[in-house]
């Protein structure tokens, strides 16, 4: 069977974060519940001129080192806060990297859950057209009501992938497990740039779709929980992932401590306590964050991977790691993007925050002040200007 998966894979994260010491203090909450109590420590905000096409962008730049633009037949690009009703985000990004007019570009939604979507979809198409690599990419800005629970829950990033035959780093398993059922437990109506949430129920929709999309998982393949050593979960906060993998453990019946439960989430949340929610792009910041700490070589390990997204779809699904995987990974770079960002004071960030995402319609310039390659310049006569 021709072995399809994840090929390449690059992450981005705005320039700035507020650490939610700051806002703790500013909201009159003890750290700890930041810290412990959700499991975050700092969250990346988006300087006005980011945009979740700049960051896809910029994610993706780096992908084109590896794999020529002719190769890539297909651009799937997973959000759920789309600048355009209408035209896909997607097309500006395959503007800003150059690639080819018969590439084909879509835009691909349903909450957090769409860049899995858009994984199998992309390992579809492969496997139909071998000759040919998809560009998946997820970019989301995480937005709440200011004071409102979910603003510590906040984030930013983008994560880009190649997917192709015979992968140099994750092959994607054919088999997963689903769950789809009508909730409302967050959603975010054409009216609002910031979502409905009904948090606490949403916490629960998710530990359900958990547990449901593993066991539609164990029905469809002989794969047990103790075959794993390493889970990537969606992480709109860590502590979530946490939550569900308990529950998972128990439904599988698995005699490990709470402790060696925690171990094996450890390494795929670092990223994410530093950068928040990414909504579309958090499960992929986690693998991303997995990869880069686990020193050890983990060739041929097996990695479950459970995404969700409100509204409510889960999905659990696995990979085995490839060797020489470690040559691909951008670990450097990745830890160098974290450390080099610039701590926001809760004035600059109430400025991000209010300035960003002008939806008066009206004429905008920005300065630059992203450290990223690509950029938002302007908005004109309802254009998005990018500028690099
Ligand atoms: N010290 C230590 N821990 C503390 C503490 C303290 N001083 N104060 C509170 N805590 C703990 C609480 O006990 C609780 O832990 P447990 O859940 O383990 O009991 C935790 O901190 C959070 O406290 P609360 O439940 O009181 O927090 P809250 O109601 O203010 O907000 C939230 C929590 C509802 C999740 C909120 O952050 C929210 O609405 N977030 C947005 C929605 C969301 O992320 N939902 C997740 C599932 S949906 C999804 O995954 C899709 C998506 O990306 C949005």
Same mark, same amino acid.
């Given at each position: 069977m021709l072995k399809v998966g994840i090929d390449d894979i690059s992450l981005y994260t705005p320039a700035f974060y507020l650490d939610l010491k700051t806002l703790a203090k500013e909201r009159g909450v003890d750290p700890i519940k930041y810290s412990k109590g959700i499991g975050q420590e700092l969250m990346a905000f988006p300087s006005p001129d980011e945009d979740i096409v700049t960051m896809a962008a910029n994610a993706a730049l780096p992908l084109l080192e590896r794999c020529?633009?002719?190769?890539?037949?297909t651009m799937l690009f997973a959000t759920?806060?789309?600048?355009?009703?209408?035209?896909?985000a997607g097309i500006f990004v395959h503007d800003l990297l150059g690639l080819k007019n018969n590439c084909r570009v879509v835009e691909m939604k349903q909450a957090c859950y769409s860049a899995t979507a858009a994984l199998q979809s992309a390992c579809a198409l492969v496997a139909r057209n071998p000759e040919k690599a998809v560009m998946v990419i997820a970019s989301d800005i995480a937005k709440y009501d200011l004071e409102s629970p979910g603003e510590s829950t906040q984030g930013a990033g983008a994560v880009a992938m190649i997917v192709r035959a015979n992968p140099r780093i994750l092959e994607i398993s054919a088999t997963s497990g689903c769950f789809c059922q009508n909730v409302e437990d967050f959603w975010r109506p054409n009216y609002r740039q910031t979502p409905v949430v009904d948090g606490r129920y949403s916490t629960q929709v998710y530990i359900k779709a958990a547990q449901e999309s593993w066991l539609d998982l164990i029905q469809n393949c002989d794969?047990?929980? %103790?075959?794993?050593n390493y889970f990537c979960y969606h992480l709109p906060f860590t502590k979530m992932g946490l939550k569900a993998h308990r529950k998972v453990a128990r439904v599988a019946k698995s005699a490990k401590s709470v402790e060696q439960l925690e171990a094996q989430l450890a390494p795929a949340d670092r990223y994410n306590r530093q950068v928040g929610n990414c909504y579309t792009a958090s499960i992929y910041i986690s693998l991303c964050s997995l990869l880069d700490n686990i020193k050890e070589d983990m060739a041929n390990e097996k990695i479950a991977l459970f995404s969700f997204g409100s509204g409510c779809v889960g999905e659990f699904f696995w990979g085995t790691v490839v060797p020489g995987y470690k040559q691909l990974l951008r670990t450097k770079r990745n830890i160098e993007l974290l450390q080099n960002r610039k701590e926001l004071s809760f004035e600059e960030y109430l400025r991000f925050y209010k300035t960003?995402?002008?939806? %008066?319609?009206l004429a905008h310039s920005f300065d630059k002040e992203t450290t990223g390659h690509f950029y938002l310049s302007a908005l004109e006569n309802h254009h998005r200007i990018y500028s690099s």
């Open positions: 020529a633009i002719e190769e890539i037949g759920e806060t789309s600048v355009d009703q209408s035209k896909a794969l047990q929980f %103790d075959d794993i960003n995402s002008p939806d %008066d319609g």
